[in-house]
């Protein structure tokens, strides 16, 4: 404490010295030359060599010498703090950049930002729209008193600029005049400089910076735009793509739905009449002699059931995935084959929950599904236990039953229970899928989805559709 507290006041002593230099230098001058004239008595002795050489050199030379070094220190203390200002500046854009999540958002944090480092009259951010090919005003800010009025600034905004001429916009600027400075100061009281944002030499967005006459960006302050601009870039084409994917999503969910709809009003319906007619002739075949003939009506009866069940299944996933995260649609799902089975279904989940890619969300609950089903079918169960875990880099979802359990040498190899089907799903999502049992031990499965590699192969697969889409209008 007593170290840090005597470096602190060397350092305020330090910048008092750096304040008056030039003063102290003054002071450092006339005591030389104070002390040198009682020395030397120049008016008793006359003015000689020594005397004017120590005057020279130690009134003179030294003090001036060292009120340059100062001056030099000074100047280079104070562009060391301009350089840690502007660090701080940007670190702190990016962080807020990397935290919007709109166009809006990242409107209000460049408008924010060119406020507090740019003596600015007014400021406009655009969006660029690839479908129109055309630049959208998102926000603006401009000062309300004197010759800066909103109405004047709008005025000249009516002026054609070079960042939002498309056939000018891939010239790789960073801060360029809107237009002519000759024609600007005939025609208005505002300079007015456009940044134009390109993400691989292509136009995402822009912004138009206005100054009121004898205002200008100084160099650090184009330094500064310079250095931010890719970042800057770089953010508005990930908001467009998270806005892309969201209207992809939004189109995907309306299909899906109306595919569930199609399907119950037609598939459905047949589907609960063919059991409705299999039920009256089971109940017509009671009569003696017809076992045989009933058995078989019963079986198909079953079959019709199972293949009614089935496709509500199918039908609330269709409904329920595109809305909920995982959790929520197994833990749905889990609720709704409790109900109709004599096992319980208990599920926990730890970590954070993340948004999976369409494909991989929809197989991790096929897979569950047919895990479920077989357990209703084959393992005699009293309770299921179902473990969410969501890591920093995977999710792992584990399936424990009490069950009878099987040998799995003996099932798997004659492809049972699905394994083969649910395998091929975790394939496709580069997922791992083990199953471990033993008789009258239950079974295990665990799903181990890692992130990276689903996004990677979910984006491999629509690559090519969501390249069409982004051209078309929803």
Request: net charge neutral.
């Amino acid at each position: 404490m007593t170290h840090t507290r005597g470096s602190l006041m060397w350092l305020s002593f330090g910048e008092w010295l750096l304040n008056r230099r030039w003063a102290i230098v003054l002071v450092a001058s006339l005591s030389v030359f104070i002390f040198e004239w009682l020395e030397y008595r120049p008016f008793l002795e006359g003015v000689n060599a020594s005397f004017f050489a120590e005057i020279t050199f130690y009134g003179v030379a030294l003090p001036l010498s060292t009120g340059i070094a100062l001056s030099w220190v000074a100047s280079t203390r104070t562009e060391l703090s301009w350089l840690n200002y502007y660090q701080n500046l940007k670190n702190n854009l990016v962080i807020q950049l990397s935290n919007a999540h709109s166009r809006h958002e990242l409107a209000a944090v460049l408008l924010g930002f060119f406020q507090v480092t740019m003596p600015l009259a007014g400021a406009t951010v655009y969006a660029y729209e690839e479908r129109s090919h055309k630049y959208k005003s998102i926000l603006n800010w401009f000062l309300k008193e004197g010759s800066n009025s909103p109405a004047s600034i709008f005025d000249y905004m009516k002026a054609d600029c070079v960042c939002l001429n498309q056939s000018e916009v891939t010239v790789p600027l960073v801060l360029q005049p809107c237009r002519d400075p000759k024609v600007v100061a005939a025609s208005s009281n505002m300079l007015c400089f456009c940044i134009p944002f390109l993400f691989s030499n292509s136009p995402v967005g822009s912004a138009r910076l206005y100054f009121a006459h004898g205002n200008a960006p100084s160099p650090e302050q184009r330094r500064l735009l310079k250095e931010i601009t890719p970042k800057i870039a770089a953010e508005f084409h990930r908001v467009q793509l998270e806005l892309m994917i969201k209207r992809r999503k939004y189109s995907l969910n309306a299909e899906q739905q109306r595919i569930a709809r199609d399907v119950h009003d037609t598939l459905g319906h047949s589907l609960a009449f063919l059991r409705l007619r299999l039920d009256h002739i089971s109940m017509e075949f009671e009569q003696p002699g017809m076992d045989k003939v009933r058995q078989e009506v019963e079986a198909l009866r079953d079959v019709a059931k199972e293949a009614y069940d089935q496709m509500r299944d199918v039908l609330t996933q269709l409904n329920s995935e595109s809305d909920s995260g995982l959790n929520e649609t197994l833990i749905s799902y889990a609720d709704k084959i409790s109900q109709r089975t004599s096992f319980e279904v208990d599920i926990q989940h730890d970590g954070q929950q993340r948004d999976l890619p369409p494909l991989v969300h929809r197989n991790i609950v096929y897979i569950f599904r047919e895990i479920l089903t077989n357990v209703e079918k084959h393992a005699q169960a009293q309770h299921v236990g179902v473990k969410l875990k969501w890591y920093d880099a995977h999710l792992e979802v584990e399936v424990n039953d009490d069950g009878v359990g099987f040998d799995p040498a003996r099932r798997i190899a004659n492809d049972h229970f699905g394994v083969k089907n649910m395998q091929d799903r975790a394939n496709e999502i580069q997922a791992r899928l083990s199953i471990s049992s033993s008789p009258n031990r239950g079974t295990h499965h665990t799903l181990r989805v890692p992130y990276e590699v689903t996004y990677e192969a979910d984006h491999r697969r629509r690559s090519l559709s969501l390249s069409q889409w982004s051209g078309k209008s929803l």
